[in-house]
Antibody, heavy 113, light 113 residues
Framework: EVQLVESGGGLVQPGGSLRLSCAASGFTFSSYWMHWVRQAPGKGLVWVSRINSDGSSTSYADSVKGRFTISRDNAKNTLYLQMNSLRAEDTAVYYC??????WGQGTLVTVSS | DIVMTQTPLSLSVTPGQPASISCKSSQSLLHSDGKTYLYWYLQKPGQSPQLLIYEVSSRFSGVPDRFSGSGSGTDFTLKISRVEAEDVGVYYCMQGIHLPLYTFGQGTKLEIK
């Protein structure tokens, strides 16, 4: 069974940093592109970032470019999102998704003083 | 940037009756490979999004056949032949051709009468 389990969310002050993880199981992690998508409270879905299967290529939404870094460790079957210089508008549930088809349950990030 | 516009934004349907959601993109979603990268997701209350339809009309694994997708170019439709109580939630269309940015529609909330 495909499983994606996000962790690392929490409360952080503006300007702070956080690293999200997404532990994958039930499939060959190294074969798939992976994505992060976020959803602010009561709002719609917004794509954040993606990484190709071997980690050699990444892309970002303009709103997070230069502040967020996506990476992966195929040996550990884990996807990461390093989030720096966090802003209040980054407050959201962050989902990891396998090829935009299978999604995890999400982890909540709250940026507030 | 490409814009995805869904209509209606909400609908209330009697169980057993059909439902239809429209999604229009500001640019064609037809790729040079012949595929059209339009996806439909359902986010049930309190859950993460789940893929229903990919590439306009292909049902994802485990999706009931009462869900169907159609359309081409810039105009697309999701149809539910007979709405059931478990179909409540927010439906999103998403384009996956004008990369690296994946763009979602605003969402359509389906309620049961």
């Amino acid at each position: 069974e495909v499983q994606l389990v996000e962790s690392g969310g929490g409360l952080v002050q503006p300007g702070g940093s956080l690293r999200l993880s997404c532990a994958a199981s039930g499939f060959t992690f190294s074969s798939y592109w992976m994505h992060w998508v976020r959803q602010a409270p009561g709002k719609g879905l917004v794509w954040v970032s993606r990484i190709n299967s071997d980690g050699s290529s990444t892309s970002y939404a303009d709103s997070v470019k230069g502040r967020f870094t996506i990476s992966r460790d195929n040996a550990k079957n884990t996807l990461y999102l390093q989030m720096n210089s966090l802003r209040a508008e980054d407050t959201a549930v962050y989902y990891c998704a396998r090829a935009m088809r299978r999604w995890g349950q999400g982890t909540l990030v709250t940026v507030s003083s | 940037d490409i814009v995805m516009t869904q209509t209606p934004l909400s609908l209330s349907v009697t169980p057993g009756q059909p439902a239809s959601i429209s999604c229009k993109s500001s640019q064609s979603l037809l790729h040079s490979d012949g595929k059209t990268y339009l996806y439909w997701y359902l986010q049930k209350p309190g859950q993460s999004p789940q893929l229903l339809i990919y590439e306009v009309s292909s049902r994802f694994s485990g999706v009931p056949d009462r869900f169907s997708g159609s359309g081409s170019g810039t105009d697309f439709t999701l149809k539910i032949s007979r709405v059931e109580a478990e179909d409540v939630g927010v439906y999103y269309c998403m384009q996956g051709i004008h990369l690296p940015l994946y763009t979602f529609g605003q969402g359509t909330k389906l309620e049961i009468k």
